[in-house]
T-cell receptor, first 115, second 116 residues
């Protein structure tokens, strides 16, 4: 069964520094990949998604992610973070062509941007 | 337009009682999902509905959990004989159609359930 691993439960980073949040999934079958963000006291919202095509995906708020099929990874990056990026970030995957509409989420990474 | 709404926003109940959690998806969305969010556990898939197809109940943790979706719109998640380990935030999400897992899900604000 598909699983998603976000190894870092918390990532502290200073404002204007770069950040990478790691995401690995278990199955090498074709997948769709997503990053969602949950700001404090708000619901989850889509940050970006990979469906096909270019492996570098750009999302909202200056975030981007790179799909690496050989390493089964979909790491999220931002070159310069802002205080307002403090939130919890969830990676999710669904299997293409599996006939299921199920999404599997990781356990989340709490990004804390320090002044 | 209105987003996904859930009610109640908070629910405190005593162990052994039954609870019902409601989700109103975005109008016209055919797919509806329920998740459970516990501290350090991420989002745990519970169940999804797609149109008139039979729901995928594979994530329901026990037979105390059930869900229904009436008229292809509103959904109710019912937990019978609640236990303390059921305490969590229950999230509902909807999408335009399941599209074999490629579409964005729109999440509601959640219901925080506390079982005393």
């Amino acid at each position: 069964a598909q699983s998603v691993t976000q190894l870092d439960s918390q990532v502290p980073v200073f404002e204007e520094a770069p950040v990478e949040l790691r995401c690995n999934y278990s199955s090498s079958v074709s997948v769709y990949l997503f990053w969602y963000v949950q700001y404090p006291n708000q619901g989850l919202q889509l940050l970006l998604k990979y469906l096909s095509g270019s492996t570098l995906v750009k999302g909202i708020n200056g975030f981007e992610a790179e799909f690496n099929k050989s390493q089964t990874s979909f790491h999220l990056r931002k070159p310069s973070v802002h205080i307002s990026d403090t939130a919890e970030y969830f990676c999710a995957v669904s299997d293409r062509g599996s006939g299921t509409y199920k999404y599997i989420f990781g356990t989340g990474t709490r990004l804390k941007v320090l002044a | 337009g209105a987003g996904v709404s859930q009610s109640p926003s908070n629910k405190v109940t005593e162990k052994g009682k039954d609870v019902e959690l409601r989700c109103d998806p975005i109008s016209g969305h055919t797919a509806l999902y329920w998740y459970r969010q516990s501290l350090g556990q991420g989002l745990e898939f519970l169940i999804y509905f797609q149109g008139n197809s039979a729901p995928d109940k594979s994530g329901l943790p026990s037979d105390r959990f059930s869900a229904e979706r009436t008229g292809g719109s509103v959904s109710t998640l019912t937990i019978q004989r609640t236990q303390q380990e059921d305490s969590a935030v229950y999230l509902c999400a909807s999408s335009a159609d399941a599209g074999l897992g490629r579409n964005e899900q729109f999440f509601g604000p959640g219901t925080r359930l506390t079982v005393l």
